[in-house]
Every structure is written in structure tokens, then in C-alpha cells.
């Protein structure tokens, strides 16, 4: 079964440029996460969707992040303009529901650097 | 609000040993569950083991067991017969279960080194 899949794997771009990190949930996972991890902060969840709505985005640090889910195989985050602080490795991690017991899967993880 | 504490930044084990890793938690609803994940080198978070707060029996996954102390807010994972491929930054994480949208909180990890 192919778990959930990230693009690219690495970024590397300059401040000011414009970034869109890529997701595609577990087929049938009807709930998505955006985190940012990094050695300051830890792992931060940014935002989060069920059944294709986002229902917290309160751990969006900046107007600069914004994050679609289009539909049920598909997710982005954006970030314009990209500042070197944005720097970090960007997870998207799914599930099959937000109550209850169900795990979250995480993908291989997006690394940016922003020069 | 919920809360979770890993006290050890790091852990060193020698290979075919037991070790536990710590994790205390904090809430104040009576329904929540409890997760570890492992996070390899390589990056990827992986999932190993989860605990309910009603759970009779502490969880078990192969080598991979939760002690579970419900009086104490605790959730320690136990890895039995280390091995080199057990190094990794390892993450306790916890949700209330009984409420309409809950996600996960991480704490910030303890890193397992496996010597040989």
C-alpha cells in the first residue's frame, strides 16, 4: 500500500521566492496534517483538514502560509514570499478520522531551506 | 489544555538490552489516547504503539510494549532486545478522545542510540 506521498523531497530556494510543498494523503484517509518541525521549535501543526475542509489553521504562523486541499488525494502548502526562517522539514501526515483512536501516517517529509 | 513531557533528551543502550523511555502527560479529561512514534535518521515518523486511557492492558507490538501508569500520568515505552536499528529520536504524543476534532500533542522526543 503506498503510504502518504510528499514532493518534492528537498527545496532549496531563495528569500522572497515563492514555495508549494505537495501531498497526497493515504487513499480513503479522510483527515490531512500540515507540521513543521524544526530543532527550536519541535513539531508544530500548522494546520489541519477532514474530508477536504479546514477546520483549525491557528498554527499557521504567518499571512505567508495559506494550504488547499483541492480533494480527497490532494494537498498544498504555500508559502510567499519564503523568509530563511521558514527553514525546516514540512510533514504531511494523514488519517482516517479525527476522533477516536486513529493514527496519523506521516509522509517522508519536505526538507526547505531558504536562502 | 493537554501537555506531554519526554525529560530525556537522550538514551544510550547497549544492543540486546531493554530500555524504557520516559513520558508523563497532562489532562483533565478522563478519555484520551496515547501514541509513540519513531523517527529514524532517514526522517520519516513512524507509528508503533498505542495506549487508550481505558485500556485494561498495557499495549503491546512486538518488541515494543506501554507501560502504562493511569495514578502517575505516565506512558513509558519499553523496548525489549535492543537493536542498532532502534536508534532514532522517539516521540510520545497524546489526544482527548471524547471531543468532536482532537489532534495529536507531541512532546519534544528523546534521541536512542543502540551501541553494539
Known amino acids: 500500500d503506498a503510504g502518504v506521498i510528499q514532493s518534492p523531497r528537498h527545496e532549496v530556494t531563495e528569500m522572497g521566492q515563492e514555495v508549494t510543498l505537495r501531498c497526497k494523503p493515504i487513499?480513503?484517509?479522510?483527515?490531512l496534517f500540515w507540521y513543521r518541525q524544526t530543532m527550536m521549535r519541535g513539531l508544530e501543526l500548522l494546520i489541519y483538514?477532514?474530508?477536504?475542509?479546514?477546520?483549525?489553521d491557528s498554527g499557521m504562523p504567518e499571512d505567508r502560509f495559506s494550504a488547499k486541499m483541492p480533494n480527497a488525494s490532494f494537498s498544498t502548502l504555500k508559502i510567499q514570499p519564503s523568509e530563511p526562517r521558514d527553514s525546516a522539514v514540512y510533514f504531511c501526515?494523514?488519517?482516517?478520522?479525527?476522533?477516536?483512536?486513529?493514527?496519523?501516517?506521516f509522509g517522508p517529509g519536505t526538507r526547505l531551506t531558504v536562502t | 489544555a493537554q501537555k506531554i513531557t519526554q525529560t530525556q533528551p537522550g538514551m544510550f543502550v547497549q544492543e540486546k538490552e531493554a530500555v524504557t523511555l520516559d513520558c508523563t502527560y497532562d489532562?483533565?479529561?478522563?478519555?484520551?489516547?496515547l501514541f509513540w512514534y519513531k523517527q529514524p535518521s532517514s526522517g520519516e515518523m513512524i507509528f508503533l504503539i498505542y495506549?487508550?486511557?481505558?485500556?485494561?492492558q498495557n499495549a503491546t507490538e512486538g518488541r515494543y510494549s506501554l507501560n502504562f501508569q493511569k495514578a502517575r500520568k505516565s506512558a513509558n515505552l519499553v523496548i525489549s532486545a535492543s537493536q542498532l536499528g532502534d536508534s532514532a529520536m522517539y516521540f510520545c504524543?497524546?489526544?482527548?478522545?471524547?471531543?468532536?476534532?482532537?489532534?495529536?500533542?507531541f512532546g519534544k522526543g528523546t534521541m536512542l542510540l543502540v551501541s553494539p
Open positions: 483538514f477532514n474530508n477536504n475542509v479546514p477546520i483549525d
Open positions: 489532562t483533565s479529561d478522563p478519555s484520551y489516547g
Open positions: 501526515a494523514s488519517s482516517l478520522g479525527l476522533a477516536g483512536s486513529y493514527e496519523q501516517y
Open positions: 495506549q487508550g486511557s481505558y485500556d485494561q
Open positions: 504524543a497524546m489526544r482527548v478522545l471524547n471531543s468532536g476534532y482532537s489532534t495529536l500533542t
Open positions: 487513499s480513503g484517509h479522510n483527515s
